[in-house]
Antibody, heavy 122, light 106 residues
């Protein structure tokens, strides 16, 4: 069955960096686009970034552009989110999710991981 | 960026009620609209994609409609397990979510 497992969350000081990983199993990882979505405590969902199945295209929310980098290693079935220059407002649960694209657009998210909590605090 | 305005932010309803949640896009998104359900402390779960396509395994009391800028999620007869938060998401351009609707027990 499809499984997505995030890791790498924790407490980090403002201005520092952290890298999240998302280990995928149960499907052909290299055939699917992948997204990161976050949710601040008590708040709604915020889309963060997407990477195409082959890594050729990457897009970011304005709130993280220039600070976060999405990447993937299809040989390891793993998705990454490198987060630099972290701010207090980046505190959230970060979810990775698999994407299905139909006839263009950015796809819908059919499987989600359980989430990894990132807390940015001094 | 395309803004998604979801309403109402919250609602109280009873088991068996018909519930309608609306989502409006700031510009046309064709049918690139998805609906998710989120239980407290859990990851979101896809219910409907492409405005009206029900995901396999999702109860048929859930339905979606609309195109262009105006969309609705309807729960025809609310069940106890449906009390949750619901989010719309556009994927016509870089994705954005609506603010969410919390469905509570009356």
């Amino acid at each position: 069955q499809v499984q997505l497992v995030e890791s790498g969350g924790g407490v980090v000081q403002p201005g520092r960096s952290l890298r999240l990983s998302c280990a995928a199993s149960g499907f052909t990882f290299s055939s699917f686009g992948m997204h990161w979505v976050r949710q601040a405590p008590g708040k709604g969902l915020e889309w963060v970034a997407v990477i195409w199945y082959d890594g050729t295209n990457k897009y970011y929310a304005d709130s993280v552009k220039g600070r976060f980098t999405i990447s993937r290693d299809n040989s390891r079935n793993t998705l990454y989110l490198q987060m630099n220059s972290l701010r207090a407002e980046d505190t959230a649960v970060y979810y990775c999710a698999r994407s299905i694209r139909l006839r263009g657009g950015y796809g819908y998210l059919d499987y989600w991981g359980q989430g990894a909590l990132v807390t940015v605090s001094s | 960026d395309i803004q998604m305005t979801q309403s109402p932010p919250s609602l109280s309803a009873s088991v068996g009620d018909r519930v309608v949640i609306t989502c409006r896009a700031s510009q046309s998104i064709s049918s690139y609209l998805n609906w998710y359900q989120q239980m407290p402390g859990k990851a979101p779960k896809l219910l409907i994609h492409s405005a009206s396509s029900l995901l396999s395994g999702v109860p048929t009391r859930f339905s979606g409609s609309g195109s262009g800028t105006d969309f609705t999620l309807t729960i025809s007869s609310l069940q106890p397990e449906d009390f949750a938060a619901y989010y719309c998401q556009q994927t016509h351009s870089t994705p954005t979510f609506g603010q969410g609707t919390k469905v509570e027990i009356k």
